[in-house]
């Protein structure tokens, strides 16, 4: 419930809305005076209410996916991740000239990561929020006060969640044990966490594991599952779009178990992304996809019996090995009309909007009662942020829709994508009472649904 004196404190000016949505910063930044002539002539009545937006400085915040935060400078999170996209999109094999091939390789990704737009909204958010300057130095000469011990570190990730108001967030696990929450310098009480199945639906996992047939394999995946909501669990993450598309061809469970049985007796050329198996037969890539397409949908249908959402990863942008063809949501649209899996009652949460593909998950979330979505990974880049909020709104009910950061580097990432949810949002749901009919009540109660409270309902939080 919020205060009938923040209902009041609706209607700031367009411009300040957006510093006053994006949370608390330790320096102020001053509006710019008006001119002498407007001062003499105030604007007209109708030109006033145009530049109104909302303030939810006020408002928690609930951030719906995350992954570990690091220890460590941003510089080093950075370069290392210009490694990681060289390791990712390099050709696999050694041949003359590939020691000059990765350097220079990894000079690009470096340009490419050090040159991206939210690189310099994140600078300057710090500057304002420290009184440091705008620059890579700026930045790390703030983390290097926290980073020295696991103490320093958990109070500093405190700190800066009290700081944007950030009640709870979805942590994904890195865990390969259902069973064992993620390890994390998060305070306990400040997350709540998801699990990726992914690896057991690697025949290697199978084998590591001593199934041999599905039947033994399907027993050992609900296993897993059930053990991980025993331990706590929110929520099950298909990270599949990293090598793969959605789609799900119809498989019996005697196809599945000869697909199976196929592929314990061959071995892979190679491992890709996240250590997914590469055949190097027509024969063998068919078979890995009949027997995953049916755990899929056991996944699916069993992830609606023990009530916790699937989420799915669906977007391109950065990292290289997201390709527009894996991660088209259209095939989603035979998943969610599957009747088994209707009947299971499952909930699905496509996150990261779907981008570049967003009018599409606005559609679909506007049809189906079960499905939801995030703004996670682009709440870094304001302008796609606003495109993402302004495209799923136009269509789809608030309670559809939830922020996210999807930080995977240093603390500071979560406040900064927590700072421009707030500002794009206030500016969006300011158009929304000006323009298209809302009332400030109806305005804030979408403010309040995708700040925090649908993720609440859909996390159990």
Known sequence: MFRRSLLRQLGIGAAAGAFLGAGRPATAIAASPAPAAAAQSPEPKTARRAARGLDLRSVDVVDSHMHGLSRTLLSVAYDKQAVGFTDAFAAPGDYPGRAQVLANMKAGFADLVWGQPRRIGYLNYIARTYGVPATLAGFDSVVAKHIGSDTDFTAYVAAIFDRENIRTVVLQSAEPDPAVPPKTSIPLDRFVWTWPFAQTFFPDWARKNNASTLEDVVALIDRALERAVAAGCRGFKNVSAYYRPYDLSPVTPSAADAALRTL?????????????????????????????????????????????????????????????????????????????????????????????????????????????????????????????????????????????????????????????????????????????????????????????ANARRLFRI
């Open 264 to 452: 314990l007796a061959a071995a892979p050329i190679r491992s890709g992304v996240m250590d997914v198996p590469l055949y190097g037969t027509p024969k063998l890539t068919a078979a890995f996809k009949t027997y995953q397409d049916y755990l899929f949908k056991h996944v699916y249908v069993r992830a609606g019996e023990l009530e916790r959402p699937i989420i799915i990863h669906s977007a391109v942008a950065l990292h290289p090995s997201l390709r527009p063809d894996y991660n088209n949501p259209l095939p989603l649209y035979d998943v969610f009309g599957d009747g088994d899996i209707q009947r299971a009652g499952t909930r699905f949460i496509v996150i990261h909007g779907g981008y570049p593909s967003h009018h599409v998950i606005a559609s679909m979330i506007s049809q189906f009662p079960n499905v939801y979505t995030d703004v996670s990974f682009f709440s870094k880049y304001p302008g796609a942020l606003e495109e993402l909020y302004r495209t799923l709104m136009a269509l789809a009910p608030s309670e559809k829709i939830m922020h996210g950061s999807d930080a995977n580097t240093v603390p500071e990432e979560v406040g900064y994508c927590c700072s421009n949810s707030r500002a794009i949002l206030a500016r969006v749901l300011g158009d929304y009472k000006t323009y298209y009919g809302w009332t400030a009540s109806d305005a804030m109660n979408a403010g309040n649904n995708i700040l925090h």
